[in-house]
């Protein structure tokens, strides 16, 4: 028997299912504490199991590159979690055809109020061009978003960074800002969240109520398609 007490781990840190599985067990145990708080917005399983996990990969000194390699099969998971949005959008046609109007309009004022806001502030603080560049796309899916960043010349890893952060934001303010306007319509909310913040936003619409998370799906989509058009037009006219 070695005499390492490290030994043991430094041979499951080789095994790329341990970082599954740390992944696996963290946010089941930050879902199990946010549904024991009733789903309070502060109890977002994502946002502790982000940085429980970031944590613990600092005390063991292990690199992202490793911990990716085993926690890939999640990432591989978000192109059929996304797919599987149609589901609810097709049970809920009729009433996402009867709101087709207002939603295009809410859609037309988020995505540019999303993308001039960041422009405008990032400029307001004097931060240079390349951070600027990686901020204006933050309210779209992070795929989408670091397509654009490349696009424009940026670094996609900050933009990754930023989008993941909105996400967040938007999942923790979303209800309690629709409670305190008092918007009601889950469809409204629901659009909103997906608008603003993406997929994780979505999730939580869907903790929710099924048919917010249906219209923060379709909000998401829309407006990542939105946004790979509008961002290089808003970076020409407003970016020194």
């Known amino acids: 028997m070695t005499t390492n007490p490290f030994s043991l781990w430094v041979y499951l840190s080789q095994s790329p299912l341990l970082w599954l599985t740390v992944t696996l067990v963290v946010y089941a145990a930050t879902d199990a504490i ?24 600092l005390l063991t000194g292990t690199p992202y590159t490793a911990y990716f390699a085993g926690a890939q099969f999640v990432h591989f998971l978000l192109g059929p979690a996304t797919v599987a949005l149609a589901v609810p959008l097709y ?13 295009l309009a809410a859609l037309a004022v988020g995505s540019v109020t999303a993308i001039v806001s960041v422009v405008w502030l990032a400029e307001a603080f004097g931060l240079p061009r390349e951070v600027v560049l990686s901020l204006a796309p933050k309210s779209v899916t992070a795929g989408v978003a670091m397509g654009i960043s490349e696009s424009l010349r940026a670094d996609p890893s900050l933009t990754a960074v930023a989008v993941v952060l909105t996400g967040i934001m938007g999942a923790i303010i979303v209800t309690p800002l629709m409670d305190r ?4 319509d889950f469809r409204a909310r629901g659009f909103a969240a997906g608008l603003a913040a993406h997929g994780i936003g979505t999730a939580r619409a869907f903790q929710v109520d099924q048919l917010a998370g249906t219209f923060s799906g379709i909000a998401m989509g829309l407006n ?9 037009l808003v970076i020409t006219l407003l970016v020194r």
């Open 34 to 57: 946010s549904l024991r708080t009733r789903r309070h917005p502060l109890a977002n399983p994502v946002l502790h199991a982000m940085w429980i996990i970031g944590a613990f990969l």
């Open 91 to 103: 049970q809920h046609r009729r009433l996402v055809t009867q709101a087709i109007l207002p939603m």
């Open 224 to 232: 990542a398609l939105v946004t790979s058009f509008i961002v290089p």
């Open 181 to 184: 306007t008092g918007i009601r």
